[in-house]
């Protein structure tokens, strides 16, 4: 994707953590020249030198066939994102978007079954082990867990490239970005909420 200088991130140990805090996004392959796109959530795990991207879909969805005959497939993910009015700068400008995004390129593989069993495990291990009742895999009944895994394919993509882009207003001056923080609060939406709090965090980097 295009990225401006001043919103490239390089920093692979805060792109691992961007993706891990923002694990639902879209993986695009093509058929015959047409993209194809699901929405799914999306683990991340490291193999000696190498990082993998994890995840299944329904057997029935016919976009994991397409795997074998693309040399590269592509997982978005996004961030907070808010619109940002111009009346907020010193100047007069034209209004803009400001958001966080990760392209992710790589070469997909089939999971074999105790492969998946383990990207299962993780996932439930990560959204359910803080929960009062956690539904974790060994929790769950054989002959279930039999009927589930009969109904999904399971996925690795190993990270080639990886795109990084944080727009947060760093070409803006630092009366512009601590005005647009302080706007965004008073847009009173979740998320204006969000990206202000993200701006809020970095300010010290900013200034």
Request: proline residues 4%; charged residues 25%.
């Amino acid at each position: 994707m295009y990225i401006p200088k001043y919103f490239k991130v390089t920093n692979v140990d805060e792109i691992w953590g961007f993706v891990q805090k923002n694990s639902f996004g879209t993986i695009v392959t093509t058929k015959k020249e047409k993209p194809i796109a699901t929405h799914l959530p999306f683990g991340l795990t490291k193999q000696g030198d190498d990082y993998f991207i994890t995840g299944h879909m329904a057997y029935g969805n016919p976009q994991w066939r397409t795997f074998e005959t693309c040399e590269n497939v592509l997982v978005m993910l996004q961030g907070p994102h808010s619109y940002i009015s111009s009346s907020w700068y010193e100047n007069e400008e034209v209004p803009t978007w400001n958001y966080q995004a990760v392209h992710i390129y790589g070469k997909a593989s089939i999971l074999d079954k105790e492969e998946l069993i383990d990207e299962l495990t993780t996932m439930l291990k990560k959204y359910e082990e803080h929960r009062e009742n956690p539904v974790l895999w060994d929790k769950l009944s054989p002959t279930l867990l039999e009927n589930e895994l009969k109904g999904i394919v399971g996925f690795k993509i190993k990270v080639g490239d990886i795109q990084a882009a944080y727009k947060l207003s760093q070409n803006r001056n630092e009366t512009d970005y601590i005005n647009i923080i302080e706007k965004l609060y008073d847009e009173e939406n979740p998320d204006a909420k969000q990206m202000a709090e993200l701006m809020g965090s970095r300010l010290n980097n900013h200034i």
